[in-house]
């Protein structure tokens, strides 16, 4: 399935279900994906600063597009941190690269994941998910032998949808392996 069958496969099936489903009057009030932000919180970036750059050259490797260092917004003593200090890496994709990277998450990476049972099913309150990954060799795009060290993710789902039980529809339409667990 290439993002043309992933777009299509909403208008022509996913639309009409949650339509049904939920009973809208009209095709604009379907919830739709907005966009999936990939974040990396590295701590340890403090003291190697490689860390940051492997972990861009990663997210960049994952997604298909250039990840960007996100930087500390104040000085933390405790934790040897400075203002404008790299801590994380980031990055946001929307429509094409978006639909790409979900398919590869749902038909590729999550199935890799060792002792895979499903995905919680607990979302933000405004339709909205959020799902940790602990390593990032789940990827076929990361080379196992150039790992130094296992990194973890944030993967957000944002949608336009207005309640958890849409929101929910919505990304078990796409193919999100939830858990049984219905809200």
Do not use: C, H
């Not at 809208?24 to 701590?43: A, D, E, F």
């Not at 398919?103 to 994941?113: M, T």
């Not at 799902?131 to 032998?145: A, H, R, V, Y």
């Amino acid at each position: 399935m290439s993002t043309e069958t992933v777009k299509k496969d909403y208008t022509e099936r996913i639309v009409p279900a949650l339509e049904k489903e939920f009973k809208y009057t009209s095709k604009m009030q379907v919830p739709r994906l907005k966009k999936i932000v990939i974040n990396q919180g590295l701590g340890e970036a403090t003291q190697d600063k490689k860390i940051i750059e492997t972990a861009l050259n990663e997210l960049t490797a994952i997604t298909g597009q250039k990840a960007v260092a996100t930087l500390s917004k104040k000085d933390i003593s405790n934790f040897k941190v400075r203002k404008k200090m790299p801590i994380g890496v980031m990055v946001t994709l929307r429509k094409e690269k978006m639909y790409e990277f979900l398919e590869r998450l749902v038909r590729v990476a999550l199935p890799r994941i060792r002792d895979f049972k499903g995905i919680e099913g607990k979302l933000d309150g405004r339709g909205n998910y959020t799902l940790g990954i602990t390593e990032q060799i789940i990827f076929p795009e990361i080379n196992i032998d150039n790992i130094q060290k296992l990194m973890g993710m944030n993967i957000t789902f944002v949608t336009s949808a207005n309640t958890d039980a849409e929101g929910y529809a919505l990304l078990k339409q796409f193919g999100l392996p939830f858990k049984n667990a219905k809200q």
